[in-house]
């Protein structure tokens, strides 16, 4: 693996213990360092004021989804990935068109995705 992420901070927001943790794996592989991970919103909207270059969140955290935390992102320019199992006609109608992973995920198709959106 390349190191497409060296240099980079990365966000995660997720709810899943071993999702986060394979999130976590991938972008340390790839030369980034995370923040988080966390599948709190309200821990998500006080990291995502910090110093972070990218950011990827799962769509929905139990019952929140994690809109507010996209409107941040958008408002400072950050890019970021929004990784769900869902439709994207079952997303509020803010994150509809944002960047998306879909998940089951490999390993590759979140690299591919990070190139495709974050660097």
Known sequence: MDQIL????VLIVEDE????MELER???EAGGRTIGPTGLLSE????????IDVAVLDAR????????VVEKLRA???????A???????LPEG???APLLGKPYSDDAFYAAVRKYLI
């Open 6 to 9: 060296t240099g980079k901070t």
């Open 17 to 20: 213990l071993l999702t986060a």
């Open 26 to 28: 991938m972008v340390e």
């Open 44 to 51: 998500a909207l006080r990291l995502v004021d910090g110093d």
């Open 61 to 68: 955290l139990d019952n929140d989804t994690t809109a507010p």
């Open 76 to 82: 400072r320019g950050i890019p970021f990935l929004l």
């Open 84 to 90: 769900t199992g869902y439709d994207t006609t079952t």
């Open 95 to 97: 994150l509809r068109n």
